[in-house]
């Protein structure tokens, strides 16, 4: 199977990641309401305002020690199996639109007045694609066992993020919708290839669920 040796969208992440979180800390804390703000977070009134890019910069803000490293080190384990076997330019695409499908997914449904950051939603659709992968590549056992291990994955999360009240269940959900489409969309470098149809579809998915939840961001409040 294909493989890219150096997982280089993998380090430029991490790193910026850690560069935003040393930005943070300086500029008054990481878990300083107007720090979190100041640099982006997503903040449903703000985005009405015309602050889209609320949406993306989430991606790279975290809230205290505990959740840069908690995302950090699962973006290092994920980016290092993902990457290679997807390419450089596909994982990145993977990451960064999972991650903005997720924040859609917050501010449509989640609390109006609420602070949300975190790669959590980009995570989440790196756990997915894997789900994709596993029907798409039913032949591969190895596939098919990694499939059932992030489902497992997935649903122990989601339970965790519905009992604790500091996670935003509406952006993994989000997250794990954009990333299981978008596996179906980007597929596996010189690997068999969905068919055109399920890969129209799919994107079509991604652009009508995603376009319902920013307009319903838009008119909620």
Do not use: C
């Not at 990457?83 to 997720?102: A, D, K, N, T």
């Not at 952006?171 to 010189?190: A, D, S, T």
């Amino acid at each position: 199977m294909y493989r890219e040796r150096e997982p280089y969208v993998t380090w430029f992440l991490l790193a910026l990641t850690v560069g935003v979180f040393i930005l943070e800390t300086i500029s008054g804390g990481s878990q300083s309401t107007s720090t979190l703000v100041n640099f982006g977070a997503k903040f449903t009134p703000m985005i009405q305002d015309g602050q889209w890019w609320r949406l993306i910069a989430p991606i790279f803000l975290h809230i205290g020690i505990f959740h840069i490293l908690m995302n950090g080190f699962t973006l290092y384990i994920m980016g290092r199996s993902l990457e290679p076997l997807m390419g450089h330019w596909r994982f990145f695409v993977l990451y960064m639109l999972s991650g903005i499908v997720g924040n859609l997914a917050s501010f449509a449904f989640g609390g109006y007045y609420t602070i949300s950051a975190g790669a959590s939603t980009s995570l989440f659709g790196t756990f997915a694609a894997f789900l994709a992968f596993a029907l798409m590549y039913r032949d591969n056992p190895g596939f098919q066992e990694l499939g059932k291990s992030f489902l497992t994955l997935i649903v122990l999360n989601l339970i965790i993020s519905l009992v604790g009240s500091s996670f935003d269940v509406w952006g993994h959900i989000g997250g794990i919708v954009g990333g299981f489409f978008l596996g179906f969309v980007l597929g596996l470098p010189k690997g068999d290839r969905p068919k055109l149809i399920i890969r129209i579809i799919s994107v079509i998915i991604i652009i009508v669920v995603s376009y319902f939840m920013y307009a319903r961001g838009m008119n909620i409040g």
